[in-house]
């Protein structure tokens, strides 16, 4: 099992920025412009064992996800587990602290385990670039969203 974490602080309150992620529209506006992203599920409603289910494409490869939110927890945590998806595991923590009156942390903790065996090692390499570059850009995204 391996694990990214990806902290931030945005000038916001703590509602304001659970409910920005609880909008699954929002997942397009803070995915990087070579991975689009098509909610196929648009009726979503966000609450405990729902699935969402999204269509991303990066590099002409698309691939179809399916998360179940496992836990929601207003306005401080949502997890989400996926059920398919390019990895053997996938669980990703969004957590969100009041840190004063201005200023909130968000936190994203991903655990996954990769589906390539004895080579995971390998991959393992290319996926935490991969995490890091997207999460830098999806935070960046989020402070200017919600600081504007």
Request: include cysteine.
């Amino acid at each position: 099992m391996s694990i990214y974490e990806k902290t931030s602080l945005i000038e916001c309150g703590v509602d304001e920025l659970f409910f920005f992620h609880l909008d699954s529209n929002n997942i397009k506006a803070i995915s990087p412009k070579n991975i689009q992203v098509t909610l196929l599920n648009e009726d979503f409603v966000p609450k405990e064992g729902a699935i969402l289910k999204l269509r991303t494409v990066k590099n002409f490869i698309p691939i179809i996800w399916e998360v179940k939110i496992e836990k929601l927890d207003a306005p401080n945590l949502l997890v989400d587990i996926a059920m398919k998806s390019p990895f053997k595991y996938w669980k990703h923590s969004h957590i969100f602290t009041q840190k004063d009156e201005n200023f909130c942390e968000l936190k994203d903790i991903v655990e996954y385990s990769l589906p390539f065996g004895f080579m995971n090692s390998l991959f393992d390499i290319f996926v935490q670039y991969e995490l890091k570059s997207m999460f830098e850009f999806r935070h960046k995204i989020t402070k200017e969203l919600l600081e504007s």
